[in-house]
């Protein structure tokens, strides 16, 4: 792609996944309210490409979309215990103003980052814990209808609703990417759930290059690793993106160390960024920690 890439929400534990992973093949220009330290952007953007602004000043971002090819739109506010007012702003509003700056503008190519919670609803009690285990067959695989067990969930719902309007109306390709649970250098620790919804950050890059390089018209999609333990298939991030994933919570023990006769290649290809804890996600740095988040 020769057009620059413009990536919300940049400064974020998504947005330091994917710029490490595929920081030197675009040319990006990054948006977060919060100012990027210079240790968060790749060599090569300049100044001018680094937009502190908030996604909903509809005018900042018209600026930040201008002339570029793709948008990568991660900003908003992560957690799942959200109040309204932070997902209506943040997340619903955020999204609107960014989608149709983006569709307006001519961009071709939008990823909206969804997540497990727009279909956490299909978690019931008669499927858990059962559900996260190796040997459950049961599989989402983005045909369903969102199912969100709380309002966090509900504004991702929305944001995919956002993008269905804006690919029809506008003819935008769309991909919503309902991002499992993303954790450096392993799994989630003792954690069933997450290991089944694990994404390492490698193949967080992966899927998100793909969302830049595919042909597709509006894609629902779950990006996890690719897990034996799962409940989400993706055979349709593979067919309509290309995505080819490396890693696998099963290489690793329930604790989160590598199983030593599992070879979970190439891991810790990227530099160690000073600014991530090595351990499992850091707290969010704009909203307050999620208190399930222990
Ligand atoms: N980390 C994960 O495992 C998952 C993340 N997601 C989604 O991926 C996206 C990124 O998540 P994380 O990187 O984990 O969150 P994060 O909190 O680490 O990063 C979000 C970034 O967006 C910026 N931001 C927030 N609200 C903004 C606004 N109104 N205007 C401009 N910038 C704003 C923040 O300053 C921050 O740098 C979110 O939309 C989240 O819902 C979805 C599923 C799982
Ligand atoms: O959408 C998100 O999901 C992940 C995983 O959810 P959890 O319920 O297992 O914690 C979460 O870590 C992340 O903060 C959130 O944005």
Redesign the pocket.
Known sequence: MDEPVLL????????QAILRGIGDDYEWRL????PLPAAKVPAGVTDADRYV????DERAVREAVADVGAVIH?????RKTAPWDSVL???ID?AQVVMRAAAEAGVERFAF?????AVGGYETEERTPDLYREDDDYRLDGTELPRPGNL?GVS?AAGESLGRFYHDEYDMSVVCVR????TKDHPPREYERGQAMW?SHRDCAHLFDRCLRADYGYEVVYGISDNDRRYYSIERAREALGYDPADNSADYTFEGEPKPDRDPDGRGEYAADPDVAADD??A????PADPDDA
């Open positions: 919300t929400g940049a400064g974020g534990r998504v947005g948006l977060d309210r919060e602004a908030d996604i909903t991660l900003a908003g506010d992560p702003r943040n997340n955020g980052a969804s997540s497990n919670h966090y991702k991002i499992g649970n993303l994404l996600a850091p969010e740095p704009n909203f």
